[in-house]
């Protein structure tokens, strides 16, 4: 919280442009880079799309999500790490073993699965995405094998095997002592009463579904640029700020996704944020199968050759930070925003907790 608090503000430092034609002067402040921070994103957000697109494969791509019951939802908010790894873990397993059965695909496929823990009312909703080619490798790995038209896999068998999956894992995660609980949830510490807990859930069908395939690789990372660097709300859903509340737009999804603004105070809203702070260092966007980061691209040159299609070649990045975001985002850092023609100089720096007015000072 303190680092968004303090992003692009004089608590961090940063640096005086000025115009080498109309002599306008601007202030840019610097930057936390916590992953968390809404406005620390684009450049990494633009960077990893841009990396993507270099990894699509020229198939119909499909969207499957994977949602735990509130019940496990409830474990996961005390045990974040350990849970959110249980399901990682329980989706990636689920959809490798159904699509390796020769009674659906039978093939090796390739995912990336991305964590949400949020609904559209900031509330604790801890889910997985899966963005999925349509198809994959025979067993010999000489042909592809591609899925039906619309149509990837069953989610009822889907759902059924990531529901035992889970559960297992969970199991096992309290017989070793890996699950802590506490206030209400304290007993559950005992395996045998964890079971009893999670044995009306164990008969439920859980929710699993897949949304109709993207329409082309421009949709794929169109969905994936909105998803993959954000955490809970972006900046463009505030609506306002009155000192004590904030209100912002979501949308409904039990009242055919209509669009309302909820206003909460201002300690309740910060609060609903926080709860989707991730564990320190825990990987929030993975990598499975044909997509896994080892060998990829020797996979995925494979299954180009085998499709025959044509190898997707990206510029090299440039080295200096303007050129890359201008590239990447399409927006000069260096034009005079005041006259237009000239160019913006760095004349100094100044370190942080200071101003641009006062020492002490770096000069460029």
Partial sequence: MRAIETCRTAALGGHVEQCDACGHQRIAFNSCRNRHCPKCQSLARAQWLEDRQAKLLPVEYFHVVFTVPQEIAAIAYQNKAVVYDILFHAAAETLRTIAADPRHLGASIGFISILHTWGQNLMHHPHLHCVVPGGGLAPDGQRWVACRPGFFLPV???????????LERLHQASEEGALRFFTSLAPLQEPAVLATYLAPIARTEWVVYSKPPFGGAHQVLEYLG??????????????EFTGRTVAFAWKDYRHESRRKVMRLEAGEFVHRFLLHVLPTGFQRIRHYGLLANRNRDARLEHCRELMAAPVVELPAAPIGYQDRYQRLTGVSLRDCPHCGHGQ????ESFLPGTSARGPPRVNA
Avoid: E
């Fill in 344 to 347: 913006m100089i760095l004349i």
């Fill in 156 to 166: 009822r068998v889907l759902s059924r095997l990531f529901r035992r999956l889970f």
């Fill in 226 to 239: 909105r998803y993959t660097h954000r955490v809970a709300i972006s900046n463009n859903r505030l609506v």
